[in-house]
């Protein structure tokens, strides 16, 4: 490093967050000098490549030629703890692998300055053309997709194809980069965790085997998380026949349904993508249906109806919400309005995702807990676009009792982990609150009324108990992270709310029945 490197990036991203508050860097790197068996070989990136693609958003002409070295990158804790660390599969280019996820992710800023200088040898690992090589194919592989519909792709293969005909590598790689080139393109991906799923998990996977859409443009991400029964072996049997693209993750320890969800998104390829879990049903033309519809429309998301059944005799449609059609949110007033009036819920279930605004929102499951859906699903509806919300059923979801939300939901320890998942959500906006400032407003809004209002409802609903201390904790959160909720405009426009702020107070758990009065009062309201 340069003495000047670290004070001029920090001075470089002060300056830049003050120009544009509403659009923080989140990573910088600089040019760097580089040097092989000691001779000054040139400065890196290509000074010939223009500033511009350097800055923002950089995925794309990072696909296309590695501009970020390592050394030169400084990067915020918040961003790498979102995407995760090195890969240690990638026995060279790591390097690149990681700062292609992070621009998937943050917004970068290049400083057209040599502040590092990095030496190599003819002995080093990035000189090994077989490691070089194997990590090249292995990113082609991982990104073709987005290569091929940024009109990328042959320019990226052709890179690949000219070194390795310099070094003599080409033969090689032929193979490898030719079966590449020929996959054919993944436009869903379909993510289903499983745990202990035997009685049904046929029947969902059956579902997708009978999808409409060509199997080769269908790819499958299973996520054993721990099973006990034959779940595993099942799904290694399915993988063997299965036409599409199939992806098989086994955990060795459960961490329950966010976690195996989250383990599945890093290896998404489809354009867009779709969940469904091991006890329920697609309905058979879901993929294809809702590609046209994405494609025809431009849409970030597109949320549908379902199903819920218990056998063939008892079904009940829950509709896809109150407001159909097509949704443009490009007007911050309107996105406002579709917040406020949560006209597209947090459940994962029945929407259909454009992937690549999934990756660049970088929101992930609550893990270990029941009710982890809102983490991943609310940060999403801040950044959409373009929404569809249609009477189009995609899942048939089953009840049963061994169900997760049947089995379980109720008990006040796991009754109180949706307001903590809505607290842990709230921190994670916070961490980002320049970002999301035009509707901020609206978060907090939010945060009232699903970590305080909709507790007690559930509660009261459920005829599940919430004890005093648990709900001094509501009220102690609610006042120290909203302190000026009665000014918000939501709560100032609605009498009823900003009365249910007014008397949000301990006095309300003095014992268990005064609570269970004030719970029940509240409940009537809504």
Not at 151 to 164: C, K, P, Q, S
Not at 258 to 271: E, M, T
Not at 353 to 358: A, E, G, I, K
């Amino acid at each position: 490093w340069l003495p000047e490197k670290l004070e001029l990036q920090i001075r470089s991203i002060e300056e830049k967050d003050k120009e544009n508050p509403n659009e923080s860097v989140d990573a910088i790197y600089s040019d760097f000098e580089y040097y092989l068996n000691g001779e000054f070989l040139g400065i890196s990136p290509d000074q010939n490549v223009n500033e511009e693609v350097k800055n923002g958003k950089i995925q794309l002409p990072l696909l296309v030629r590695n501009l970020v070295d390592c050394p030169t990158l400084v990067v915020r804790r918040e961003l790498l703890d979102q995407v995760g660390y090195f890969d240690p599969s990638y026995r060279c280019l790591e390097d690149w692998e990681l700062a292609l996820r992070l621009a998937a992710a943050g917004n970068f800023l290049h400083v057209p300055k040599a502040l590092v200088q990095a030496y190599s040898t003819d002995s080093g690992v990035s000189s090994n053309l077989e490691y070089y090589f194997d990590a090249r194919c292995k990113l082609l592989a991982k990104y073709r997709n987005i290569c091929d519909r940024a009109g990328i792709l042959e320019d990226v293969a052709r890179d690949i194809m000219n070194r390795a005909m310099d070094t003599g590598m080409m033969e090689k790689i032929a193979d490898d980069l030719g079966a590449i080139l020929e996959q054919p393109e993944i436009k869903v991906t379909i993510i289903m965790p499983v745990h202990n799923s035997m009685r049904y998990l046929g029947e969902a996977l059956s579902s997708i085997d009978l999808q409409t859409m060509d199997k080769k443009n269908i790819q499958v991400i299973a996520v054993d998380d721990a099973s006990t029964d034959a779940s595993r072996e099942f799904l290694q049997s399915f993988a063997s026949q299965f036409e599409g693209e199939i992806k098989l993750i086994f955990r060795e320890e459960n961490g329950r349904q966010g976690a195996a969800r989250n383990d599945a998104l890093s290896y998404v390829r489809g354009k867009y993508m779709i969940f469904l879990d091991s006890d329920d049903v697609l309905t058979k033309d879901t993929c294809e249906v809702l590609y046209q519809l994405a494609e025809q429309n431009h849409l970030d998301l597109i949320q549908c109806a379902h199903v819920n059944f218990i056998d063939a005799e008892h079904t009940e449609k829950v509709e896809a919400g109150e407001l159909m059609g097509l949704l443009y949110l490009s007007d911050p007033e309107l996105k406002k309005e579709f917040l406020a009036r949560q006209i597209v819920n947090t459940g994962h279930c029945c929407k259909f995702y454009r992937s690549r605004l999934v990756a660049e929102t970088g929101s992930t499951f609550a893990e270990g807990v029941m009710y982890e859906e809102p983490k991943f699903v609310y940060p999403i509806l801040l950044e959409v676009k373009r929404v569809a919300v249609v009477d189009f059923v995609t899942h048939y979801v089953r009840i049963h009792a061994d169900s997760t939300m049947q089995s379980n939901w109720g008990e006040e320890n796991l009754l109180m982990q949706h307001p903590m998942v809505q607290r842990d959500l709230y921190h994670w906006l916070m961490e980002r609150r320049e970002h999301y400032a035009p509707f901020w407003d609206e978060i907090e809004y939010y945060y009232f009324l699903t970590y305080y209002v909709e507790t007690i409802l559930f509660s009261v609903r459920e005829g599940k108990e919430i004890r005093p201390d648990s709900y001094k904790d509501l009220v102690e959160t609610m006042q120290t992270e909203l302190p000026n909720l009665k000014q918000n405009p939501y709560i100032k426009s609605n009498e009823v709310l900003k009365k249910l702020v007014s008397e949000m107070t301990e006095e309300n758990a003095k014992d268990q029945e005064t609570l269970e009065a004030y719970m029940k009062s509240l409940a009537e309201k809504f």
